[in-house]
Structure formats: structure tokens, C-alpha cells
């Protein structure tokens, strides 16, 4: 069974960072694409990062210099490290696997959701002062 499960969430202060990691099972993981999301209260998800099995990566173009993706196909883990953290990054942050090959990017740079079709549960990211 394909399963996503989501953690390394928390609160923070601006300027602070926090490392998401996502554990996948049942999966291909090496083959697959992988991306991170997030959606904040009344706002559409949003693609913030893809890594690839090839390991090319993609960026939102807000989080690019701030934010990075890697992943670690012998443990079949995905993680976002996020640094200087903004007001305007907190959302519940999401991982998702792109079961196809190849990857899009939306206009802003981050992975397009349609293109995932297994998410995790979500992991809440609170940036305030």
C-alpha cells in the first residue's frame, strides 16, 4: 500500500528555520517525483519544490535561496529544509508523489498538483512573531 507520511512541522519566528521530511512506503521511490506543496487558510495549494529521480530539483521563485529539496532513496524519504522563514510561509505544507515520468512546473517555477496523485496528511508551519 502507497502511503505519505508528513512531519518536522512547528511555530517560528521569522528569519527561522524548520526541515519537513516526508516517509514514503509501497513505493518505486527512486523512479518517482517528488514534490512539496502548501496551502494557507483561504488560498489555493501552491507548488513550492520538486525533486526528480534524476535529482534535478525545481522552486517556487518565492522560496528560491531559502528553501531546499533532497531526497534519500535508500531510506525513500523526501525533505524540505526551510530557512529564513516569512509571515507569508505559513500553511499546512503537504508531500506528494508524481507516479508518471517527466514533471511540469507552473509559471511561478513550483510543481504542478494535478500532476500528484498520492499526498501525505499535511504538516502545519506557523511563522509568527
Known amino acids: 500500500q502507497e502511503e505519505l507520511v508528513d512531519s518536522g512541522g512547528g511555530s517560528v519566528q521569522p528569519g527561522g528555520s524548520l526541515r519537513l521530511s516526508c516517509d514514503a512506503s509501497g513505493y518505486r521511490f527512486s523512479v518517482y517525483c517528488m514534490g512539496w506543496f502548501r496551502q494557507a487558510p483561504g488560498q489555493e495549494r501552491e507548488g513550492v519544490a520538486l525533486i526528480a529521480g534524476s535529482n534535478t530539483k525545481r522552486y517556487a521563485a518565492s522560496v528560491i535561496g531559502r528553501f531546499t529539496i533532497s531526497r534519500d532513496n535508500n531510506e525513500n524519504t523526501v525533505s524540505l529544509k526551510m530557512n529564513n522563514l516569512k509571515l507569508e510561509d505559513t500553511a499546512i505544507y503537504y508531500c506528494?508523489?508524481?507516479?508518471?515520468?517527466?514533471?511540469?512546473?507552473?509559471?511561478?517555477?513550483?510543481?504542478?498538483?494535478?500532476?500528484?496523485?498520492?499526498w501525505g496528511q499535511g504538516t502545519q508551519v506557523t511563522v509568527s512573531s
Open positions: 506528494a508523489a508524481d507516479t508518471r515520468l517527466g514533471f511540469q512546473q507552473t509559471s511561478a517555477g513550483g510543481p504542478v498538483a494535478a500532476d500528484y496523485s498520492n
